[in-house]
């Protein structure tokens, strides 16, 4: 018997065996809390925990308006030289990926999307995905950006797509990309429309490329962003902050930021850094100054000293902010927030593994 039928024909059985022991070893775990060797087990609550921080608010979760066409659309190929020469140039893409194509009957969806998740199951598909065909889609979305924001730096980020993507703006190949496990950030600034000029984004993806991994899926899988920041501002996660402890016993959080520019000149900046406390107060802060050239970036660098800081644990989860602004001619011009704990972790070969 081969692995496929083995799966098939203990499918039914393994169901039944399995539902008694789960729900009776479950009843035993919840009576046997607080004794020895017992996992502790979260309290049952009817409050909802609180909101999520906000650590990039440059960053615009765009879920909706996408439409989706699932296989390929193949675009007739141009006729004629001068058809053939416009066809490479910038802005005159073809087929699905032009601005003016007619998407009228494409299906809406909401970000994150997974089009292999509603396929039917294939007895000859690969085990390895779910028995779930994959192949290829295409995605397209309108995007009207504020006049406001001429100026900035504009750019768009994908979490994730799986598979191979190839993704155009307003007719102009403008990234592709191998992995659904790695993000695409494009820059968009070169490319961005404002007002009632929209800008049309377009994703072919093919998912029929497999990297090796149990059930990959297929699509715009994780969140899509909209990004629209001052033209000197912190890149893309470009706060790194560390918590470390000397020998000593004492604290610190080492702060690197990075910047970026797309100015025309070289533009001065502070960066201000802040550590508060759960209840929001300021226990340690610092300031550094950076100028930061077109097209270039900087690094600022810093540290916070932090006296007896309260540390993380399973029981009492502490968690603290970094606060990170940048300051151009005394105004702020960006802000990240980014949440660290204080702990200590270490494995001894009798005690074995040891926090705090």
Known sequence: MNRRELLVGTAGAGASLVVGPIEAGFAASVKAQGSAGALPMPQPSRTLPS?????????????????????????????????????????????????AYDD???????????????QPFVKTASISQGFRARGIGWYRRTLRLDPADRGK?????????????????????????WSAY???EID?????????????????VDAQAMEGWW?????????????RRAPVAIVTDGVHCDPRRTAGGAWSVPVEVKLGSIDRAAVGVTVDVALLDPEGKRVAGAQATATVLPLEHATATMTLAVPAPRTWSIEAPTLYTVVTHVLRD???????????????????????????
């Open 51 to 99: 909101r999520a921080l906000v650590q990039d608010p440059s960053r615009t979760l765009i879920e909706r308006g996408w439409l989706f066409h699932e296989g390929d659309v193949i675009a007739p190929p141009p006729e004629g030289h001068n058809a053939t020469y416009l066809s490479v140039k910038a802005g005159n893409a073809l087929g699905a990926a032009a601005m």
């Open 182 to 184: 790695n993000s695409v």
């Open 153 to 177: 730096t504009i750019g768009l980020q994908f979490d994730g797509i799986a598979t191979n993507a190839t993704v155009w703006v307003n007719g102009s190949v403008v990234a592709h990309n």
């Open 104 to 118: 009228s009957d494409w299906q809406s969806v909401r970000l994150p999307h997974d089009w292999a998740s509603a």
């Open 188 to 204: 968009l600034t070169p490319f961005a429309r404002f007002g009632d000029d929209l800008n049309v984004i377009a994703v072919r």
């Open 330 to 356: 005394g105004a702020i011009v960006d802000e990240r927030r980014i949440p660290v704990g204080f702990r200590t972790i270490r494995f001894d070969a009798d005690r074995g593994f040891l926090l705090n």
């Open 215 to 227: 059930y990959e899926g297929a699509g715009i899988y994780r969140h899509a962003w909209l990004i």
